[in-house]
């Protein structure tokens, strides 16, 4: 089953206010590879705050930017994370929450090279459901690129960047080395 995410752009509501939304894109989602979503899907969340449907077995990870709103779903694990490019403090945030060699790249390519280490992390943070503060392999390699693969929890996972456009970086990690299919969420 081919991972899918869904894209929304507009106004839309946040925290539990926004689950109406993943259950449209699930049952979207459902119907696409065959499987029968459960009229009442429930989404709970864990003990440090990742949402899992407890009576359906796919899994989904949400990011949300300004108006941009994604969500991915996958037969495994994922990660996903969208950021809309601003002016920040980037280089004291890389300092204190990057790896080494994720800090050495934020410095070689700027606020851009930042921007594509956070989502980066996130989607790493939001794959495990440990946190972005959590003790994680970094996701630039020995050669100071973005790595294809870090490997946590005994597992060798995929990190790919996904195009949106020039002022927004998105990223997501995931068991398979695949690219997940984008579509709309209407």
């Not at 507009?10 to 259950?23: L, N, V």
């Not at 990011?63 to 969208?82: P, R």
């Not at 002022?167 to 695949?178: L, P, Q, V």
Request: proline share 5%; glycine share 6%.
């Amino acid at each position: 089953m081919r991972p899918l995410i869904y894209i929304y752009e507009g106004d839309f509501p946040t925290g539990d206010a926004g689950f109406p939304m993943i259950k449209r894109a699930a049952e979207l989602f459902g119907e696409e590879n065959g499987m029968e979503v459960p009229e009442d899907l429930q989404i709970l969340r864990e003990e440090k705050g990742k949402p899992y449907f407890p009576d359906f077995p796919v899994h989904f990870s949400l990011s949300h930017s300004e108006s941009m709103w994604m969500c991915m779903f996958s037969d495994t694990a994922c990660g996903l994370d969208v950021q809309k490019m601003r002016k920040c403090s980037w280089e004291k945030i890389a300092e204190r929450n990057f790896g080494d060699r994720e800090a050495r790249y934020a410095k070689l390519f700027g606020e851009e090279g930042f921007f594509q280490v956070w989502v980066r992390k996130e989607a790493l943070a939001k794959y495990t459901g440990k946190g972005f503060f959590s003790d994680m392999p970094q996701t630039v390699d020995e050669n100071i690129d973005p790595a294809e693969t870090v490997e946590t929890d005994g597992k060798k996972l995929f990190m790919r960047e996904i195009y949106i456009a020039d002022d927004i970086k998105c990223a997501f990690c995931s068991e398979r080395d695949e690219e997940p299919e984008v579509r709309l969420l209407i």
